[in-house]
């Protein structure tokens, strides 16, 4: 009879038996240096317009040494060019949206520039739109470059 194991924590080829290793953790210090100039990514997000017509999204830079430098935001719903919706887009924080950077009267599909200073991590751009379609799924894409750490 072979040797019973004595719980799903004994000893087994990789993680926990998984065969799986875990991966392995880059301690802070060891980023030294500096991408410039990337194409900014990670700006997409999408929402869900209410039954009062309104959505507010949010999206900004994620991650330590992560700096993003937005020009611009594509703007769209699921109705398209016959949406008659506003969208605003300001510069905040989660619970802050106080800086208006942006407006479109063609909140459906529109493209704003956006003249804002770098964010890092912990401010957002945030876009509210209003008189929507309700059920539209709303977009915003944020265009530009942006600065990451490596290693």
């Known amino acids: 009879m072979p040797p019973r194991r004595a ?37 997409q ?29 594509t703007i769209s ?22 800086n208006m950077v942006g407006q479109s009267y063609a909140g459906g599909g529109d493209t704003v520039a956006l003249a804002v200073p770098p964010l890092s991590p912990g401010e957002l751009l945030i876009a509210v739109w209003a008189a929507g379609t309700p059920g539209d799924i709303c977009t915003m894409n944020i265009i530009g470059t942006m600065d990451a750490l490596t290693w």
């Open 7 to 43: 719980s799903w924590l004994s000893w087994g080829p990789g993680f926990r038996g998984s065969g799986v290793t875990p991966a392995r953790s880059v301690p802070i210090g060891s980023y030294t240096g500096r991408h410039r100039g990337l194409t900014l990514t990670g700006g």
């Open 45 to 73: 997000v999408q929402g869900r317009i209410a039954a009062d017509g309104t959505a507010t999204i949010r999206v900004g830079p994620q991650g330590l040494g992560n700096v993003w430098y937005p020009a611009q935001a």
């Open 77 to 98: 719903t699921t109705t398209g060019a016959n949406d008659v919706s506003t969208c605003k887009i300001f510069l905040g924080s989660i619970g802050v949206s106080n």
